[in-house]
């Protein structure tokens, strides 16, 4: 069976000016998921090794890296503006499936899998070199079309990622610290099959840049298929 064309159509407000590009490889992406807060004296290391991959030549190409704020260190000392209750229950779910040992700070997920290479030093981890296809979108104005090859309905996971954010923390472990970030994830929304979708583009006035974060998965599952993203105008 030929494998039909996947065309998801989601409308974004507010508009952008000029139509963008954003386009995979065919080979797989390398995701990089790191789970971190403010509130976390183990975590500002983490945060500036993620903000490192800003100089990665493979960025946006074949490595897409996310920050996940989550919120369980809020009642510690200091609240995580950044953090969302939902991104602690996505850590969760990885524990849950089997695929994260337990809940921690700094934590990495790294295709689909716990990464604890970080901490010793180690380079990413490659992704398999199967044929996946290319993820394609096109950001025109207030319309994002996805395109990606697939016999089956999938979930598109759709980020707005914040970069060059800054925090002076008065409270918690962090304390007296002015901590930065990149790649943080402002918000997410997801969508199956073919229809229109409101997304909100968070824009914060005293970040530097921000950026679009595509991925794909099966219906109900954590596990990425395909991924691209990049800068928006």
Known sequence: ???RLWLLMICFLPA???AQEFSSEALKTTMVELYTSEGCSSCPPADSWLSSLKNDPRLFKTLLPLAFHVDY???LGWPDRFAKAAYSERQRQWVSEGLLSQVYTPGFIVNNREWRGWFNGRALQQPDAANLGILHATLDGQQLSIHF????TLTAHIAILGMGLRSRVEAGENRGRMLAHDFVVLNKQQVNG???WQLTLDKRPEQEQRALAIWLTAPGSLQMIQATGGYLD
């Open 149 to 152: 090859d697939s016999d089956e």
């Open 194 to 196: 073919q229809r229109y």
């Open 1 to 3: 069976m030929m494998p």
């Open 16 to 18: 952008c000016t000029n």
């Open 73 to 75: 260190w809020d009642g």
